[in-house]
């Protein structure tokens, strides 16, 4: 797989549930964070995590991070239908200008 | 909360023709970006620029493409002579330093026709 790959590629739950996806990468990184998209619309950054954390939260958010496996997850709990978006990983890989290296994104939808 | 502002939100240009898309980065960020998103596609970085120039640039960013901080604010890119491959978002971004995360713009969208 690619540098920054999520999956699902598409998720679909009830408002309510808890939605979670999953990204991996290949090389040595910075950080890794977690932006949102809504359909054609610009991108939220929504929660960075640092190499040498393991876990983090942010409101209904909850990332983690497992360097040894090269992957994240990103939990969204209590989902909402304004949950509803494309939601990507990208890495700041080590040793790069701080560029980011974006995944192809999970789709989730979120039914009221 | 700060935003960084893109301008104009669509263009449609002629194959050929030059196109220059503008961002107004927030004001205390350090690091400027531009990245592209084709339609159905990854979002793909273009360039970076730090200190009054390039720091790093990818592939797809060729002789085509410039970069411009013209007077502290404004932080443009120029297209020279379009190519239908060109159709795309255009999405600036900014930070403040190395582990902070982006700030996006709303992002211009690109036909070339």
């Known amino acids: 797989s690619q540098q920054g790959e999520e999956d699902p590629q598409a998720l679909s739950i009830q408002e309510g549930e808890n939605a979670t996806m999953n990204c991996s990468y290949k090389t040595s990184i910075n950080n890794l964070q977690w932006y949102r998209q809504n359909s054609g619309r610009g991108l939220v950054h929504l929660i960075l995590?640092?190499?040498?954390?393991r876990e983090k939260h942010s409101g209904r958010l909850r990332v983690t991070l497992d360097t040894s496996k090269k992957s994240s997850s990103l939990l969204i709990t209590a989902s909402r239908a304004a949950d509803t978006a494309s939601y990507f990983c990208a890495t700041d890989e080590a040793g790069s200008a701080r560029q980011l290296t974006f995944g192809s994104g999970t789709q989730l939808t979120v039914l009221p | 909360e700060p935003e960084v502002t893109q301008t104009p939100s669509h263009q449609v240009t002629q194959m050929g023709q030059e196109v220059i898309l503008r961002c107004v980065p927030i004001?205390?960020?350090?690091?400027f970006y531009w990245y592209r998103q084709i339609l159905g596609q990854k979002v793909e970085f273009l360039v970076s620029f730090y200190n009054n120039e390039i720091s790093e640039k990818s592939e797809i960013f060729d002789d085509q493409f410039s970069v411009e901080r013209p007077d502290g604010s404004n932080f443009t890119l120029k297209i020279r002579s379009t190519k239908l491959e060109d159709s795309a978002m255009y999405f600036c971004a900014s930070t403040l330093q190395g582990n902070y995360g982006y700030t996006f713009g709303s992002g211009t969208r690109l036909t070339v026709v």
């Open positions: 004001s205390n960020h350090l690091y």
């Open positions: 995590i640092r190499s040498n954390e």
